[in-house]
């Protein structure tokens, strides 16, 4: 199993910045496909962004592509998604989930672990 805990939301102007980090417990973490989620109010939760055990390949929605990017230190436990050019349709909780095996779809049920989320609120 593994335990994650989200840090570094926050309240933003529109047009700045927030780097979010996830922090995992647990000695295999290198092992899981590390996700972004957000979940705006009376919406769905929705993926945001993805990245492989080794970092080297990546994943977007296409309404944060070019905006957000997604890393992972495995020295750490530890991923981050740097959120640059914020918009206020971007407020939402965000969430940071594990998959043990991930196909690279954008469902929710890839993923078997997750936080209890950060809100990030961007205002006009």
């Known amino acids: 199993q593994v335990q994650l805990v989200e840090s570094g939301g926050g309240l933003v102007q529109a047009g700045g910045s927030l780097r979010l980090s996830c922090a995992a417990s647990?000695?295999?973490?290198?092992?899981?496909?590390m996700g972004w989620f957000r979940q705006a109010p009376g919406k769905e939760r929705e993926f945001v962004a993805a990245v492989s055990w080794s970092g080297g390949r990546t994943y977007y929605a296409d309404r944060v592509k070019g905006r957000f990017t997604i890393s992972r230190d495995n020295a750490k436990n530890t991923v981050y998604l740097q959120m640059n050019s914020l918009k206020p349709e971007d407020t939402a909780v965000y969430y940071c989930?594990?998959?043990?095996?991930?196909?690279?779809?954008?469902?929710?049920?890839?993923?078997?672990?997750w936080g209890q989320g950060t809100q990030v609120t961007v205002s006009a």
């Open positions: 989930a594990a998959s043990t095996s991930y196909s690279g779809s954008y469902s929710i049920s890839e993923f078997d672990y």
């Open positions: 647990g000695r295999t973490f290198s092992r899981y496909v």
